[in-house]
């Protein structure tokens, strides 16, 4: 994008003497403040138009951005068009404050059947200088109103063509100005209009000094407050009292300590979890995941936790399992007889190594059998 050199931004002296602006800021300011300073236009900007007019890296261009809505100076809005894309509007808040004494220009006067339009207002409004020009003449193009000479080179060639100070080019409800962020939470938990006009910047600024970032669980801990003293007295003023609870420091200061006991707390469960799951086995004939605690097979499938390494074992029981619940059920009540048949009390009494070990032989022999039988192996 480059600079035509008939373009230019107006820096007024309020903006040093009042708002305190100084380098990157002070310019950010003044470019969004030229094109909504009538009190109803906004500025629609891309971050490039912005780096391309200061010359500076788009992450400066954010930060300045950034700074002046957490300052209360500028107010940010999302807006979507036709296609559902969404884009960024602004407006500073001088801008609106100027409203009634842009109310004071005549309006539009009918002579003759002519329209005539009011002469340049020129006058100072709230410590500024100089006004800029907000409308000076009408060009038809086309059969469409287009914006007069200064405020068209700011356009940059841009698609859109700003409103001006009339009626004529205010646009539907989907390029109004919208709720901030503060506006919508306060609406949410505390009703509409519950505070003042000041409250949105107020809050910004108690929010960037007490570094609290999460807007809307901070609106929730007061509305909760609120209501804890709402149980013990009756409030007779419980907008007012919300207003307050709002900005004490005490109250940030616990909501801060809640967060972080919260945080604290979610980090030690995360890592008690992390551990149970470093300890769990998995089971390998049915995927089972679980803790070896006090038991000794698999809680899914009954599989012998000391067999897992054993592959032929496994091999069998993953045939097993493939049985229908009739054949499980023969399989087991025949598995019970060979042992119950092989191994008596008094057999384990009397019998000696060597007969144990030729019975046990011998079980090994007939359970082979039975797997044969139900084809678990060849």
Same mark, same amino acid.
């Given at each position: ?22 380098? @990157? ?139 001006? @100070? ?166 087991? @009540? ?8 092989? @191994? ?35």
């Amino acid at each position: 994008m480059n600079i035509k050199n008939e373009n230019y931004i107006q820096i007024s002296g309020w903006m040093i003497n009042e708002l305190d602006l100084k380098g @990157n800021e002070l310019l950010v300011y003044a470019l969004i403040h030229g094109f909504c300073q009538d009190g109803k236009s906004v500025f629609k900007g891309s971050l490039n138009y912005i780096m391309a007019w200061l010359n500076i890296s788009k992450p400066t261009a954010i930060a300045c951005i950034q700074s002046l809505i957490d300052k209360g100076m500028i107010v940010k809005s999302i807006i979507y068009n036709k296609n559902s894309v969404a884009g960024c509007e602004y407006y500073t808040k001088k801008s609106r404050n100027i409203e009634s004494e842009l109310q004071k220009i005549p309006q539009k006067e009918e002579k003759g059947g002519k329209e005539i339009l009011p002469p340049q207002n020129k006058k100072e409004l709230k410590g500024s200088k100089e006004i800029l020009p907000l409308q000076t003449e009408k060009k038809s193009e086309g059969g469409k109103e287009t914006l007069p000479g200064w405020s068209k080179n700011l356009t940059m060639g841009s698609k859109e063509i700003l409103p001006n @100070n009339t009626n004529d080019n205010i646009k539907d409800s989907a390029t109004a100005v919208k709720k901030t962020d503060f506006e919508i939470l306060c609406e949410k938990y505390f009703g509409k209009n519950a505070f003042d006009s000041d409250f949105p910047r107020k809050a910004a600024a108690f929010f960037s000094k007490n570094q609290i970032n999460n807007h809307d669980l901070y609106f929730s801990f007061i509305k909760n407050k609120l209501s804890e003293k709402q149980k013990i007295n009756q409030v007779k003023n419980p907008r007012g009292l919300a207003y307050r609870l709002f900005f004490q420091s005490d109250i940030a200061q616990e909501f801060t300590e809640q967060q972080q006991t919260i945080l604290l707390k979610k980090q030690n469960e995360e890592e008690n979890q992390r551990k149970v799951e470093e300890r769990k086995i998995v089971c390998p004939c049915c995927g089972n995941k679980f803790l070896p605690d006090y038991i000794s097979s698999c809680p899914e499938c009954d599989f012998d936790i000391s067999a897992f390494d054993n592959k032929e074992k496994v091999i069998i029981h993953k045939k097993y399992l493939k049985l229908s619940d009739q054949q499980k059920t023969d399989y087991q @009540n025949e598995l019970k007889d060979i042992y119950f048949s092989m @191994n008596t009390f008094i057999d384990l009494i009397k019998e000696t190594p060597e007969q144990r070990k030729q019975k046990n032989v011998l079980v090994e022999q007939k359970e082979k059998e039975l797997n044969i039988k139900y084809g678990l192996v060849s």
